[in-house]
């Protein structure tokens, strides 16, 4: 593949990633500099959080298959955004010619017992844990579509709640 394909898969795949998020009418998408390790700065405007819900998102695209080889080169080739850590972070990735979705979290929002928490692919006895790439633990891409993109925002607007319901409840402790 040539630069100039590359560039063009990446423009094309970022076009479809906003395409999808727009649908949404509670969304706002941010585009993000380079170098900030996500490409999408993802914001749910909603009437049930005090604090509005956000998640980042890096973008790829490619010609052919999504394959399993082809994400374990990118996963291997990234590190977690400093400017992203503490927030949910999905890999949105299209297969361009198709229009094809496919996303994974990357830091993914979890809620146990009523703590919010980021489960990172970075985290030990995952991607960063194992220093032989054949190893690698990879998340499980999932088809992106409307219904994957509204698991994605209830998701990040529940975690977001309970991370604010945590902090309510540390300033009325303190």
Not at 47 to 60: G, Q, T
Request: proline share 6%; glycine share 4%; hydrophobic share 40%.
């Amino acid at each position: 593949m040539t630069v100039e394909e590359s560039w063009v898969d990446a423009m094309r795949a970022t076009a479809l990633a906003k395409l999808l998020l727009t649908e949404r009418g509670d969304i706002e998408i941010i585009d993000e500099p380079p170098g900030r390790g996500y490409d999408l700065l993802v914001r749910v405007h909603t009437a049930e959080s005090a604090v509005i819900p956000e998640f980042a998102v890096e973008v790829k695209g490619t010609r052919g298959r999504i394959t399993t080889r082809k994400l374990r080169d990118w996963l291997t080739g990234m590190r977690a955004p400093k400017s992203a850590k503490e927030w949910p972070l999905c890999l949105f990735v299209f297969q361009v010619e198709s229009r094809k979705g496919m996303y994974c979290w990357l830091q993914e929002p979890v809620v146990v017992k009523d703590t919010a928490m980021i489960r990172s692919v970075w985290e030990p006895r995952s991607l960063s844990g194992n220093h032989d790439r054949s190893n690698l633990l990879l998340p499980p891409l999932s088809p992106l579509d409307e219904r994957a993109l509204d698991a994605i925002v209830s998701r990040v607007i529940a975690w977001t709640q309970t991370f604010q319901r945590r902090l309510d409840h540390q300033v009325r402790a303190s």
